[in-house]
């Protein structure tokens, strides 16, 4: 299984995580500025759906080396998201601790602040069911899909009964008591993690040649099908689901092997995601109140954002990140007999 099959990973996990920070940008300038700034048609939150396709992807890789250790496997992947999404959620409890207006629609709930750390849905006082670092409601999806396939790995086809699971809980939900876990859990959002896994399948078995032409021609369709198909009555997994799988095709099963675009970027994707909210966060409340409501003043601070947002996440992948995984690799020494 090399590894440099997989650079097109890392220019995805880029991709999507730019279009999240994008969307939040340009959202924060257009309701502060009152102004009505081009983009909001564009589908900026699917980034998300990239990052769901992306996981059922490299959680199968993943997976096939810990056939038989579903809690190494379990464990591995926790080491991966706790720690960081750990930290910053407890950085956003000290500065609702510390000055709980300045945070929008989130209050300081005892609650919703456990939940958060135990990755559970909980639903706020709004009705929308997010933990207190808002984001991390796609970690509670994650760690969902990383405990059910741990389950599912004692099982003779593992994969296969994952995927049943998931497309199980998707087909009850209609008749199930609706419940804040019955609304979270059978979302068909994550139908799109059986899609990465289904990608993940057809790269382990090598029936699919990379090629420049048709990597760029199933990354040119995904773009085009997640910006046509997103103002459509489709369900999510069919309008964002379907064109993020082709999108992650592009990059896995069709990228050339080589380093492409993005990659540091894609390297600190994570702490991208989890960490821009807190700088832009910031400049809304010191800089925009200060800025003319104007459509260059309003480009300027989206651009300006942009590279700041960038910027703390590469020092945060640097400096907190990557220590972090170091220590949590490290095997403990075995006691002498």
Known sequence: MPPERLHGLQSLRALAALMVLAGHIRAEAAHYLALDLPG????????????????????????????????????????????????????????????????????????????SYLFLPYERGDGRIAPVLSLGWTLNYEVFFYALLALCLALPRPLAACCAALVGLCLLGPVLPVTTASRFYCDPLILEFTFGIGLARLWQIGLVRPSVPLALTALGLGLVLLVTLHQTALPRPLAAGLPAALIVAAGTLLAPCRPLPWQAIGDASYALYLSHRFPLRAATLLLLPWLPATPWAALAFCGGMVALCLWAALRVHRHIERPLARVLSRRPARLAT
Not at 58 to 79: D, K
Not at 82 to 106: E, H, I, N, Q, R
């Open 40 to 115: 909001a048609a564009l589908p900026w939150t699917r980034g998300v759906d990239i990052f769901f396709v992306i996981s059922g992807f490299i959680v199968t890789l993943s997976a096939a080396r810990f056939a038989a250790r579903p809690g190494a496997f379990l464990s591995r992947r926790l080491r991966r998201v706790v720690p960081l999404y750990a930290l910053f959620t407890t950085l956003m409890v000290a500065l609702l601790l510390a000055s709980p207006g300045a945070l929008k629609s989130t209050s300081l709930d005892p609650a919703q602040i456990a939940s």
